[in-house]
Structures are given as C-alpha cells and as structure tokens.
C-alpha cells in the first residue's frame, strides 16, 4: 500500500467519523491541520475520492461508507 492509499484511506475514515454538523470541508480543513496533507493536496484527494464515488452530495456513498470501515479495521489493528 502506497502513501496516497493511506491518505485517501485516513480521509475516509475522517468523513466516516465527522459529527453530523460537520461539512466535508470541515474535515478537509482538520485533517490539513493535522499536517497529514496542506491544502491543495487535501483538495485533490477529496476530488479522487468523488470521481471514484465515495463521496457524492456531501456525504460519503455506500461505497464510500464500506471502504471506511475496511479503513478503520485496518488502522485498529
């Protein structure tokens, strides 16, 4: 598994995780300040994350949800 894999898996898991008041940019702007990525990078990979339809309308797709929970096992262990 590759750096962008992890990346794109973390933001999963941050969407999964956001509270229901939270925007994905909300999470987007968190998980910049966590250094994990600056901006522009967390732009392109919320942009990767709709156009392989994890995300669609705000919100994370079924697949989206699926794959989050693949994610947070996988961190867990």
């Known amino acids: ?3 962008d894999d992890i990346i794109k898996k973390v933001s999963l898991l941050g969407l999964y995780k ?10 987007m702007i968190m998980l910049v300040d966590t250094g994990m990525y600056k901006l522009k990078e967390a732009k392109q990979v919320f942009k990767e994350l709709r156009a392989d339809e994890y995300i669609s309308n705000g919100e994370l797709t079924l697949k989206g ?3 989050a929970q693949k994610a ?3 961190f867990k262990q």
């Open 72 to 74: 947070e096992k996988m």
């Open 18 to 27: 956001k509270e229901a008041d939270e925007s994905l940019n909300d999470v």
């Open 65 to 67: 949800i699926m794959e």
């Open 1 to 3: 598994m590759n750096d």
